[in-house]
């Protein structure tokens, strides 16, 4: 899978604008690992799609899914970021997409409906960083209480929390 491949199959499946390739990893060497960079939301769901069940590509297995917050990020255009990483076990291939957003609209589709194993990530990510996974079928929180408003891994939580260790209840050697 080179660069023109992959550039040449986005342009064909989608137009030349709403996404871009870049490069993870250039070194002289080691295989090129490449990154598609998405913008528009309409265009994921499509995409994961195709990745997996093109005979071109066929990336099969969802390895990883993770939010990222790029608050005070250097050169940063969004501050959210979902990255998915991507498995072909027929090539050996791997591919990384990285969905964009920005705030206030933190929404965008569930993949679980392509990849299964994405339910459990998808809800970590929204437990934890407040992005919403449209179409999921069982999105709630899957570490912090119900109750729990925030969200503690986005970058402006405070270091030392916001008083919500102070309403948990005390657990002894003795009570567990």
Aim: net charge negative; proline share 7%; with cysteine.
């Amino acid at each position: 899978m080179t660069e023109d491949q992959v550039r040449q199959f986005l342009t064909t499946q989608f137009g030349p604008e709403g996404w871009e390739l870049a490069l993870l990893l250039d070194n002289p060497g080691s295989p090129k690992q490449l990154c598609i960079v998405l913008r528009d939301r309409e265009k994921l769901l499509d995409l994961m799609y195709l990745l997996r069940n093109d005979p071109q590509w066929r990336f099969d297995q969802l390895i990883d899914l993770a939010g990222v917050d790029y608050l005070n990020y250097p050169d940063a255009q969004e501050r959210f970021g979902v990255v998915y990483s991507l498995l072909s076990h027929e090539s050996g291939q791997r591919l990384w997409i990285k969905m964009m957003f920005d705030e206030p609209d933190l929404r965008i589709p569930s993949v679980a409906e392509v990849w299964p194993a994405a339910g459990w990530m998808e809800r970590e990510v929204y437990d934890l960083l407040g992005i919403v996974f449209e179409g999921h079928k069982d999105l709630r929180r899957i570490v912090c209480p119900e109750w729990f408003t925030a969200h503690p891994l986005r970058k402006d939580y405070p270091l030392r929390g916001m008083g919500e260790r102070e309403s948990l209840p005390v657990v002894t050697r003795e009570d567990a």
